[in-house]
């Protein structure tokens, strides 16, 4: 994996450094015009910032349900032209989704509604990838039952799955 470092665009990191450069390196190869990526849970925009220089060429919808976060979010995220911040639940706005086939998701929503966001993995193109931030056995199991219940309807197993020393992780699966 060639190391890019992503630059922080000013905005308080919210995720390791090494999270950081595994989001970067995933969501690189959807750097293509016409691609949508859609990230549930911006917080104040760091991961959307790193999703947005891996992929400038890309959409960038990203979703906050709290008002004073997306009012925070679009500040950060004003120099980067590709990303709409939008204020919503991850499964009120798959209700009234109704644009194309999504390239990549990246998801870092609430934890304890985590199985509430699976759903968006069937509006991924072939090939698209859906990531899990928090796939933590201490202290976001809700993300993991939600993940590995994913895996094993589709009766595969995670395609991407990296855990660090401290027990934190992310894992993926491609459609």
């Known amino acids: 994996m060639t190391r890019c470092f992503p630059r922080s665009a000013g905005i308080p990191k919210q ?5 950081a450069e595994l989001i970067y390196q995933c969501m690189i190869r959807y750097n293509q015009e016409g691609n949508i990526i859609l990230e549930i849970g911006t ?8 999703i947005a220089q891996a992929a400038p060429l890309a959409q960038i919808i990203t979703l906050e349900p709290i008002k004073e976060r997306v ?15 939008v204020k919503a639940l991850s499964w009120e706005y798959l209700q009234q989704y109704k644009g194309p086939a ?6 870092d929503g609430d934890h304890k509604h985590a199985q509430n966001d ?17 796939y933590t056995e201490h202290g976001s199991y ?5 993940v590995d219940l994913l895996a094993a309807t589709l009766n595969k197993e995670l395609d991407i799955k990296v855990i660090d020393t401290e027990g934190a992780g992310m894992a993926g699966l491609y459609r």
Do not use: C
């Open 15 to 19: 995720i390791k450094p090494e999270q």
């Open 43 to 50: 917080r104040a925009g760091y991961s959307a910032s790193i």
């Open 71 to 85: 009012i925070l979010a679009r500040k950060h995220l004003r120099e980067f032209p590709n990303v709409t911040v």
């Open 102 to 107: 999504l390239s990549a998701i990246f998801v």
């Open 118 to 134: 699976i759903p968006w993995f069937y509006k991924l193109k072939s090939g698209g990838l859906m990531l899990f931030h928090d």
């Open 142 to 146: 809700p993300v993991v039952r939600a």
